[in-house]
């Protein structure tokens, strides 16, 4: 059963990893900057360092609790302003907007679960505490 927090820590981490190299790609940059992110040239690459450092933090279950709070740091403004289902006209969008939101808000909970738990015990933080707990003579 160990394995299992180890795959869902894997799994959970996937998106934000292949996914925050885009950060630092112009076409990202601009379309949050149409999306009304302020300043999106430095809150955009910003961001996608978050979101790294967050997803490597739980994926190695290296304090594990901080890149859960890394994510919530990330998600919390993404969610709202990049999809923002509720401002769009076009129905089409705002339901793919909504999803998107939905789908951050599922990862959200993720976060502050891991954030509460911890990283498990195939963990780096686990291996840590363990080291410190054992008696040196």
């Given at each position: 059963?160990?394995?299992?927090?180890?795959?869902?820590?894997?799994?959970f981490a996937a998106i934000f990893l292949l996914a925050a190299p885009e950060h630092f790609?112009?076409?990202t940059v601009h379309y949050a900057a149409s999306q009304g992110v302020p300043l999106a040239k430095i809150a955009v690459p910003l961001s996608g360092v978050i979101?790294?450092?967050?997803?490597?933090?739980?994926?190695?279950g290296f304090?594990?609790?901080?890149?859960?709070?890394l994510l919530v740091l990330f998600l919390v403004?993404?969610?709202?302003m990049m999809h923002n289902f509720w401002a769009d006209k076009n129905a089409q969008m705002a339901m793919v907007q909504q999803i998107m939101f939905m789908k951050n808000l599922s990862m959200l909970g993720g976060a502050l679960m891991i954030a509460y738990f911890g990283s498990g015990p195939l963990s780096v933080d686990n291996l840590l505490k363990k080291r410190s707990a054992t008696p040196t003579a």
């Open positions: 059963m160990k394995v299992v927090v180890l795959l869902g820590r894997l799994f790609t112009s076409g979101a790294l450092a967050g997803a490597a933090s739980i994926l190695l304090r594990a609790r901080i890149g859960a709070w403004p993404v969610t709202i």
